[in-house]
């Protein structure tokens, strides 16, 4: 009998001895950091256990893998690397229940984590469209679908991380065993697509204007945390894509520099809450800018 596709890639992953040793993933780090430029290393060799620890060695190989395909490419010098693997760490790290539960048991003392009545609840808010999130993506779309009947999907639900009795610990160990389960949830693929997106128009950037890619590679630091803060950074990153960056690597807009226009977007991104104002700004941008006279690559993302 031919077993679901989630099972059989749990079986593959799980019981699998290559996939459970971290041995596989720092062999694959000893044989990539001496092509390395110094500065790219360090930060390398600094994330291969934190994501080994975050998710398992896959997710560490794909990681190195996303830093090899950079590797030598013009554009991609050694400072311009080193700071895409430094966001890439941050951003693969994404904060989720599980990743708040592991950090709260690492802090109460381990594995072997016991009740502490002096410990102190950690509170952290997420969106029901979050939590729904964690689920594979088939069951996370017909909970969304509810949700929204609902008008619930961004409603705040504060998720309390307790080592101070017993059934907070066991609370606390439920969410860290779901780990496993992680590369399966819809928020897990949501998270590798964009890592991708942001790495893909990098490339394209390359093929136009090479000089905006440190900019483009800045724009990370607009997604982060949980919750609306998350939700609004998002927001912020895809108007700064789909209306500045895509347009211009399209070939639909003439920006004399993609470079110095990511960066006042990203600016008015990082001081203004409102995305009303990304908005205005990005709008005085494009009016600035006139159409291309080339025709569109043809290559979307």
């Not at 960056?245 to 008015?268: M, S």
């Amino acid at each position: 009998m031919k077993l679901p596709v989630p099972i059989r890639l749990l079986k593959e992953r799980y019981f699998g001895e290559a996939s459970r040793n971290a041995w596989v993933a720092k062999n694959r780090l000893a044989s990539l950091a001496p092509r390395l430029p110094p500065e790219v290393a360090a930060v390398v060799d600094e994330a291969v256990p934190v994501l080994i620890d975050y998710q398992d060695p896959d997710y560490a190989l794909l990681y190195m893998e996303r830093i090899e395909r950079h590797l030598g490419v013009p554009g991609f010098d050694p400072p311009t690397l080193a700071a895409i693997a430094q966001r890439m760490l941050a951003r693969m790290q994404y904060e989720d229940p599980i990743c708040v539960a592991r950090t709260v048991v690492r802090d109460a003392g381990g594995e072997g984590v016991l009740p502490n009545p002096a410990f102190q609840t950690v509170k952290r808010k997420f969106r029901w469209a979050e939590i729904a999130a964690l689920l594979p993506p088939n069951t996370a779309s017909q909970v969304n679908d509810a949700l929204k009947m609902l008008h619930a999907l961004d409603r705040i639900v504060v998720l309390r991380f307790n080592a101070a009795c017993r059934s907070g610990v066991l609370w606390l160990k439920a969410w860290t065993l779901s780990q496993r389960m992680r590369p399966f949830s819809s928020r897990f693929r949501a998270e590798r697509a964009w890592v991708e997106r942001w790495l893909h128009m990098m490339d394209r950037s390359c093929g136009r204007q090479p000089g905006a890619i440190p900019a483009i590679v800045e724009t990370a630091d607009l997604i982060e945390g949980c919750g609306l803060v998350y939700d609004t950074g998002m927001k912020k990153w895809n108007l700064i894509i789909d209306q500045l960056v895509k347009p211009a690597c399209d070939g639909e807009l003439a920006i004399a520099d993609l470079g110095e226009a990511v960066r006042r977007a990203n600016r008015t991104a990082i001081e203004n809450a409102d995305v009303g104002r990304l908005r205005q700004v990005i709008a005085e941008i494009t009016a600035t800018a006139g159409k291309a006279a080339n025709a569109p690559e043809g290559s979307a993302a």
